[in-house]
Structures are given as C-alpha cells and as structure tokens.
C-alpha cells in the first residue's frame, strides 16, 4: 500500500484568504489559479474528488491532507467527510491566534483531523512557547499528532504571488521540537523534509525524542547546502538513527494539473533501491508507518 504523509488541499478558501494579501477585488479562488497558469480548485467537494482520481490514476491508498492557511478547517474536513477511507486531515494552526486552542479543538473533535501542523518560523511563535505547548496538549488530549516545519521555509505559491514571506527561520529548531516532544511522549511529532536544511539537529532530536518522526517529502532541494551530500547520503544516515519505523513517505503536492508528485516517488523508491534497504522497510516508509499514526 502506498501512502502519502504530506499533501496540500489547494482550496477555494485557500486562494480566497491569500487573494486579501493580494488585493484581488474579484473572486480569488479563480482569479489568482489563472494568474499562476493552475486549474480552480471548485467546491472542496470537486477538488476531493480530483484528488481520488489522481490518486487512483497512480495506486495511492491514502494522503494526508493539509489545510495550509489558518482557519481553513473546514475544506479539509469536507473532504475527508467525502471519502473517509482515503484522506486523513491535518490544519496549520497559529498558537498566536487568540482562538487557537478553541480551534486547535474543534479541529479535533468536531472535524475529526488528526494533525495539526505548526510553522514557527511563519507565525513568529517559538516551539517551547507555552502557547505552541498548548497545541501539543491538545493533541495528546484527543490522540493526535502534531507537524513542525524546521528548517528552510519557502511558500511557492506566495512567491509566485509576489506576497511577501516574513519569516523568522531561527525559530523552526529542530532540538527545540525534542525539547517539547520529550514532555508529551504519547504524540508523534513530525518533522518534514528532513528537516529542511537543519538535518543534523532533526537527526539529533529524532534520537533525543522517540517520537519524532522524519517525512521524507518533496524535491529535499535543502540538499544543496550541504557540499557533496546526496539523497541516498540523506536516507542512509536517517535510516542509520531513527530506523525505518520513523521515516514517513511524502511527496508534497498541491495544486492541479500537476496533480500527484509521482517522479518524487519514483527518485525516492531508486534511492532506497540503491541502498540496499528490504522489502519490509520499504514498505513501512512508504506505507505502513502512514497506516499506524
């Protein structure tokens, strides 16, 4: 079975919130999809159902989708409400919003997401902040997981909307995801991308923290930062400190007609070809760790 731990549900409401950034007098979630050259995403319902396709068109069992703007609930939810077998749901959240441990909630219980997904550098808010610590209470209360982007952090869709990014990268640390991970033990916490460029630390935290989990998704271009380091380097030291069991399969994708980001499967399936790595492990990265979380 192949699974994808990290998706994003590019919806209407998505392109709504960022078309108040842009100034777009009309209808955003049709007026900004053309600017970019990308099909509209339609009812959440609609862009489900092209999600199945996709998925269906390529052997996918199941995604996770992440609703990637705060407040964006509910396309998620309506989503995974259309087909219950096929998605899970996740939602960025930002502690700093006066709201969010009652949106943190409501995700949980009324949506029935099981990830929340946090960007410190984004939202300016610390890991070990106790307004983060909140989230992650929430999250053990109601047996869910919890997303930290560390690292590089670069939104696509954002640039090429000439938007402006004002993030504080000194604030996605690895080590302090360990710091709070450590102290709610029954949570897995993923970090994605390796790490995004802080892959020592990610490494050293997924050593310090059992449940840190590393996902392996997108192109990993964090890679050039490193001098000579390759994706097979990347998989063979992940999987020399954490182990199959806690490395996640993503892809990254996102918008339409792109649709699924099969050649990031394929480059990662070689890699763990090329290492030498089993038959059982494969299918845990690639699959059955996703179907346990």
């Known amino acids: 079975m192949l699974n994808d731990a990290h998706c994003h549900f590019f919806s209407s409401g998505l392109f709504r919130t960022l078309g108040k950034d842009a100034g777009v007098a009309g209808d955003a979630a049709v007026e900004l999809p053309a600017k970019l050259g990308w099909d509209a995403p339609g009812d959440d319902g609609a862009l489900a159902d092209r999600w199945i396709a996709a998925m269906d068109h390529d052997d996918v069992g199941r995604v996770m989708l992440i609703a990637s703007v705060p407040g964006d609930e509910a396309s ?4 995974v409400k259309r087909h219950p077998s096929r998605f899970v749901g996740a939602f960025m959240i930002n502690p700093a919003a006066p709201d969010a441990e009652a949106r943190a909630a409501r995700a949980f219980v009324e949506f029935g997401l099981r990830t929340a997904c946090l960007f410190p550098a984004m939202h300016l808010v610390r890991v070990d902040d106790e307004r983060t610590e909140k989230i992650f209470a929430a999250a053990e209360q109601h047996k869910a997981n919890v997303f930290v982007h560390c690292g590089v952090l670069s ?22 995801v360990a710091a709070v991970a450590i102290k709610h033990p029954s949570v897995p916490v993923i970090i994605p991308h390796f790490g995004a460029g802080l892959f020592r630390e990610a490494l050293m935290a997924a050593g310090a923290a059992s449940n840190v989990l590393l996902d392996t998704s997108s192109s990993n271009s964090w890679i050039k930062l490193y001098p000579n380091l390759t994706l097979a380097d990347v998989f063979a030291r992940a999987l020399d400190v954490v182990g199959p069991s806690r490395l996640l399969f993503g892809t990254d994708s996102s918008f339409f007609p792109r649709g699924w980001q099969k050649p990031v499967y394929f480059e990662q399936r070689a890699v763990l070809a090329e290492l030498g790595v089993d038959s059982a492990a494969q299918d845990a990265i690639f699959g059955g760790n996703f179907s346990r979380l």
């Open 76 to 79: 998620v939810a309506a989503a």
């Open 155 to 176: 939104v696509g869709i954002r640039k090429k909307l000439g938007l402006p990014s004002r993030f504080d990268l000194r604030l996605g640390d690895p080590l302090a």
